[in-house]
């Protein structure tokens, strides 16, 4: 392809979205009504991997927005399809994004001018994402249709700046984040920082060991470290991808047992990628029961939802086999921020109980209609529960 005439269709895409002011619609909202493909909206997707896409012109693909309510302005999603031997447009922006592998396989091509390009591969399964502000080209290399899914930033980014032109027409090089490394999308040993999670996500002021690299070959078999104060035998894995402020985490929990329940700001997309089982929604009270607002999210393989500000939330193992999710929030990782909700500030309280001044609600304080509820719906499918009796302290 050749890359002036792609720099230059570009930025003849980008330049004929002009937001419109004083409009109830946020600029985010218009741009993407803008793009002309399907935007999925609601509080869950039952399966993103059978989304309905279109042709979205801008990236040379099929496509569809994906704006779900928890995220509240702060995040997004989108979907994009390519056809075996397809490739997208060269493409570079101002926003980040975090990238799973829902279906198929292909390589990705990134780089700030055309003599240090660099390709890497990726699979079903696998996680990235391409530095800020990089130009990047994903090509399908498999039999199939590859279906890729990307959790951004960019209704932040927007509606902040409103102006496309300056968004995916910006010739300014973050290299303190990518500078042409040969090593960036390497994923072993030497990328594990020990002691590198946020101070506080494990309780007690406690750090464990993250991912700080660019590129997870399979996030489905990803090595994880116990968590217990997440849950009974929680494992997790804090990814810090790309120097982003978007950050994101894998998380596994075996048959038969649930986690804690907690809140935190908004944004947070939980993709499920292994196993199947629920998730319960509330707010205003620690107490299930006394909300008077609830919600329930069936889940499995491919299932988003977004739980709202600081709602409460508890996920459950209703299947046979160990569950694994990945969850992709817009802030919270390496760096924080103050506004929209306190961003990944409030997940350093996670772990600290609600009677401790925290956001989690342990399981001796938890509503008993909970343990009820799990029991009755192991029975379906002839499950044993594996959780501790409840007791007082």
Not at 43 to 61: A, C, F, N, S
Not at 231 to 240: F, H, L
Not at 291 to 306: A, E, L
Request: contains cysteine; charged residues 25%; proline residues 6%.
């Amino acid at each position: 392809m050749d890359y002036g005439r792609a720099t230059a269709d570009s930025i003849q895409d980008s330049v004929k979205f002009k937001a419109e002011p004083y409009s109830e619609k946020t600029p985010y909202r218009q741009f993407i009504e803008s793009e002309g493909i399907p935007i999925h909206t609601g509080y869950h997707m039952p399966d993103v991997r059978t989304l309905p896409l279109g042709v979205w012109d801008r990236v040379g693909v099929q496509g569809a927005h994906v704006v779900l309510e928890g995220a509240e302005g702060t995040d997004a999603a989108y979907i994009i399809e390519l056809q075996p031997g397809g490739r997208s447009k060269p493409q570079r922006y101002l926003f980040e994004e975090v990238i799973y592998v829902l279906e198929g396989e292909g390589e990705t091509t990134v780089w700030h001018d055309r003599k240090n390009k660099h390709t890497f591969r990726w699979y079903k399964g696998s996680l990235f994402s391409p530095p800020l502000n990089v130009w990047r080209e994903h090509v399908n290399r498999g039999q199939g249709p590859a279906r890729l899914i990307a959790v951004t930033d960019l209704p932040v980014v927007m509606d902040l700046f409103h102006n496309a032109r300056f968004i995916f027409n910006n010739d300014f090089v973050f290299s303190d984040r990518y500078d042409g490394e040969r090593d960036f999308f390497e994923c072993g040993p030497h990328k594990i920082r020990k002691g590198g999670s946020a101070p506080g996500v494990t309780g007690e002021g406690k750090t464990r060991d993250s991912y700080e690299c660019s590129l997870i070959p399979d996030a489905r078999t990803l090595t994880l470290f116990d968590a217990p104060a997440r849950g009974r035998k929680n494992r997790t894995a804090e990814i810090q991808l790309a120097d982003n402020t978007l950050q994101c985490h894998v998380s596994e929990f075996p048959v038969g047992t649930y986690k804690r329940a907690h809140r935190h700001g908004p944004g947070s997309h939980v993709l499920v990628i292994g196993g199947r089982g629920y998730t319960l929604l509330w707010k205003d009270t620690p107490r299930f029961s006394d909300s008077r607002i609830q919600m329930r999210v069936d889940w499995g393989d491919g299932s988003m939802f977004v739980p709202p500000d600081h709602w409460f939330h508890q996920h459950f193992n209703a299947g046979g086999d160990p569950a694994r999710y990945l969850a992709s929030t817009w802030i919270g990782g390496k760096y924080f921020a103050e506004g929209l909700g306190g961003g990944g500030r409030t997940h350093r309280l996670g772990t600290v109980p609600v009677h401790k001044g925290g956001n989690m609600i342990d399981y001796n304080d938890e509503d008993p209609a909970i343990r009820e509820l799990y029991e009755q719906e192991l029975k379906k499918y002839g499950v044993d529960i594996q959780m501790p009796a409840r007791t007082r302290e």
